[in-house]
Each structure stands twice: as C-alpha cells, then as structure tokens.
T-cell receptor
Framework: QQQVKQSPQSLIVQKGGISIINCAYE??????FPWYQQFPGKGPALLIA?????SEKKEGRFTISFNKSAKQFSLHIMDSQPGDSATYFCAASTYNFNKFYFGSGTKLNVKP | DGGITQSPKYLFRKEGQNVTLSCEQN?????MYWYRQDPGQGLRLIYY???????QKGDIAEGYSVSREKKESFPLTVTSAQKNPTAFYLC????????????????FGEGSRLTVL
C-alpha cells in the first residue's frame, strides 16, 4: 500500500511557465511534508518542506500548498527554468522522523 | 567538506553472490537510512538506524542486512536471497535524532548502482 501518491509521473513545461506536482496521503499522523529534487545520477536533495500548521510555504520560486482537510499537498514552481529539469519527490513523515514515505516521483522537463 | 560517501558507484554481481555497499558520513548525524530506487516506484526504505548498534527493518528488508557498529558507517549487504537486486541504492543520514537540533532533513549520498548479471 503506497502511503503517498504522487502525480503526474512526468511533466513538460515551457520556460517561464508554472510547474505543478500533486501529492496525497492517508495517514493523519504524518506531520512533516518535504519535497526533494533529484538530478540524474545524483542523490535527492531537500528543496522545501512544510508542517501541517500552515497552508502555504514559499521559498524563492518554489511554493508548497497544503490542504490538511483534503490530505493533499502540492509543489508549485513559478517561472520554471531549464535548470529545474529534474525528478521531484514528495514525502511524508511522522513527528519523530523515524520513517519517511516517498511518492513515486515526477520527472519534470522544462523546454527552453 | 561534510557529506555522505557511497561506494562503489557502480557494481556488477553474479547471481548467488552477496555484495556489500558502503556508506560513510562525516556529518556527525545520529540517524542513517538505506533506500532502494526503481523507476516509477520512488524511494523505498530498506533499513534505518537511529543510533549505534541499533537498526530496524524498513518496508522491503527481505534479502538485505545491515550493521551499525560506528556512528559514521552503515553498510548494506545485498544477499543472494534478494530476488531482484538490480537497482539504484541510496544511503541517507539525518541530524539530531536524540532531541536537540532534531530536523527532518535527509542528506543523501550519490548512490550505488547494482546490476546483477
């Protein structure tokens, strides 16, 4: 049973456009929702994270929107750039960070 | 520079052989993790360790074994019992599990790609 469901599997966006990736979860004990960015042949790196006490968090061109009642959260990349082309993973964890559950990943391709 | 070092980067194995993947961190992190990455399946947790000399099974531990004899080292052995071992393996660490400075950020190594011939 997949704890975190992510969509779409792949995404093509024109340079300057908005990229949107969605995730949904079931376990209401989850308390921490990070997004990771992975370039080919590399390990993932933390991009941005949110706790459920806020509905939105913004860092530069990256924004997480969080809907606690719907148990959904999404990553928005504004003014997408070719350098943003990578695979993005959402994840969820309980408050003690013992285990992280990852989504299946979204491969983003930003066309110049 | 602090970070996580995984070795080897590429490894080929014949069926029936055990192989050990190395993971070393100099970040002074308490917690360490092993994930397996397959196309379209995200990252799946194999084993994790919150403290030296202690570790727990993740969601796909069958056919794998680990040890945590030192804080900085968390090697993963892929045994012959693992039915489909060809994959990209990622090691990660996390700081401050014992209270002060606790954070949810995982720091990943660059991975080891295992291919079974």
């Amino acid at each position: 049973q997949q704890q975190v469901k992510q969509s779409p599997q792949s995404l093509i966006v024109q340079k300057g456009g908005i990229s949107i990736i969605n995730c949904a979860y079931e376990n209401t004990a989850f308390d921490y929702f990070p997004w990771y960015q992975q370039f080919p042949g590399k390990g993932p790196a933390l991009l941005i994270a949110i706790r459920p006490d806020v509905s939105e968090k913004k860092e530069g061109r990256f924004t997480i929107s969080f809907n606690k009642s719907a148990k959904q959260f999404s990553l928005h990349i504004m003014d997408s750039q070719p350098g943003d082309s990578a695979t993005y993973f959402c994840a969820a964890s309980t408050y003690n960070f013992n285990k992280f559950y990852f989504g299946s990943g979204t491969k983003l391709n930003v066309k110049p | 520079d602090g970070g996580i070092t995984q070795s080897p980067k590429y490894l080929f194995r014949k069926e029936g052989q055990n192989v050990t993947l190395s993971c070393e961190q100099n970040l002074n992190h308490d917690a360490m993790y092993w994930y397996r990455q397959d196309p379209g399946q995200g990252l799946r947790l194999i084993y994790y360790s919150q403290i030296v000399n202690d570790f727990q099974k993740g969601d796909i531990a069958e056919g794998y074994s680990v040890s945590r004899e030192k804080k900085e080292s968390f090697p993963l052995t892929v045994t012959s019992a693992q039915k489909n071992p060809t994959a990209f393996y990622l090691c990660a660490s996390r700081r401050g599990d014992l209270g002060y400075g606790r954070t949810g950020e995982l720091f990943f190594g660059e991975g080891s790609r295992l291919t079974v011939l």
